[in-house]
């Protein structure tokens, strides 16, 4: 794969985007990239922190000419969601990522590629491992967690970090600098579950829906793609309508950053009623069809009469409460900013929903640059949790990043941008959460941020692409930038 891309100015970034991916690094398996990373800095005789929250911090002095310019943070997390196709055999603890470059855009082989946020470790490391490159000091700054609640950021200590401006690599459009995120939470509604014993005369039956595109709970949620366990859940509420059944289990999509693109049933009913419910999956095959035409046109519902039969059915108490979190639960945009034209405010996804031998737990995560609006979320599924008897928790609450007109940092990737391409790049906010909120927080809002990266497509699906003429424009353009701060 490397052969194909040799010449380009980027080329020892993407060998290290390469060698990372051959490491296991998803959210919550960080332990052998983050030794990987401190390994690099000891090969090239850098300092280098790592903290107890697997948190890598490796710093390099200024080059000739730049010892009186302001440090620079470099900054991405190591952690990547972990997603493939059902039909895929991966296992992302040991096997490393296959890459495969198609004409401009390299991708995974079924599976996320993890260009989120691993080309910004990489761009990190090849800027380290530069001989070549003017810089002033350097701070890389690789957190662990990102993606399943920033816990590396909340863990960064400042006494670790000496500079000041903080370059995040998090971004997934060239031509945009962004500015401000979203502040988010993740929140569990935790139901539990009273099993009775199911009724041997009843048919067994999995129902699945599939084929849904997903992608970033941020990034694509104004996308209107269908979420899977919404979806399932409408699905049953309506065939509840039209006969009694039992349920065994529900469950559907892998993290809560991403909109499920799968969910699947186990229901049990009457003989006789199988003909309603073949009616059923073939109207709600229509309707899905019409209403996702544009979004998603691969879906599928379908019902596959099962061999095995299983030994317990939940209370029909508790099924009716079940269906009603899931019918009710908040999804999607809640508010569209009236300051900033297509940028989402508020938002909601339940990502992921899973049955165990206690409880159904609905995994949702609610992000908006509004702290109050994001209370406001948190207490809409406060009063569903309440109304059904079920209990909420919430984990990982990351602040807003806040906009800051006095921006020295911004007005330089101003001027590199404008030098390079002949025009000014788009100022932006962003929906999705990136960790500047958080480190903001960390120094009492005296550190000057900025955002950017390279066009990645279909992030935290396993149709993640990453153009490679973008990545090499983004690489230059982090060089320039770099000569230009003294």
Known sequence: MLEKLKGLNSYEAFKYFKEMNEVPRGSGNEKAISDWLVSFAKKH?????????????IKKPATKGYEKA?????????????????????????DPIEFIVEEDFLRANGT??????????????????????????LELLVTTEEETGMGGAQAIDPKNLDGRILINIDSEEEGKLLVSCAGGVREKIVLPITWEEADKNFINCEVKLIGLNGGHSGMEINKERGNAIKLMGRFLMDLKS??????????????????????DAIILFRENDKGIVNEKIAQWNDILKDELTVTDPEVNLS???MDNKVKRTFSDDTATKALQILFLIPNGVKNMSMAI?????????IGVLTTSGKEVVFDSAV?????????????????????????????????????????QIRTILEKVYNDINGNKPEIAAIHAGLECGLISEKFGGKIDQISFGPNIYDVHTPKEHLSISSTDRMWSFLVAILAEVK
């Open 45 to 57: 005789n850098l300092n280098v922190i790592q903290d107890s929250a697997l948190n890598v911090i």
């Open 70 to 94: 302001p440090i620079i943070i470099i900054q991405g997390h190591m952690d990547m969601v972990c997603e493939k196709n059902t039909e895929v055999v991966h296992d992302f603890e040991k």
């Open 112 to 137: 996320t590629l993890g260009a989120d946020n691993g080309i910004a470790v990489a761009f990190g490391l090849a800027v380290l491992a530069a001989t070549d490159i003017a810089h002033p000091a």
């Open 242 to 263: 039209a006969i009694d059944f039992k349920i065994n289990s529900i469950n559907g999509g892998a993290k809560n950053n991403a909109i499920p693109r799968e969910a």
């Open 303 to 305: 019902m596959e009469i």
């Open 341 to 349: 034209e297509g940028l989402v405010q508020s938002s909601t996804n």
């Open 367 to 407: 992000r908006s640059s509004v702290r109050t609006l994001k209370k406001a979320i948190c207490d809409e599924t406060i009063v569903l949790a309440e109304m059904t008897g079920a209990t909420i928790e919430f984990q990982s609450d990351y602040p807003e990043w806040q906009y800051n007109p006095k921006s």
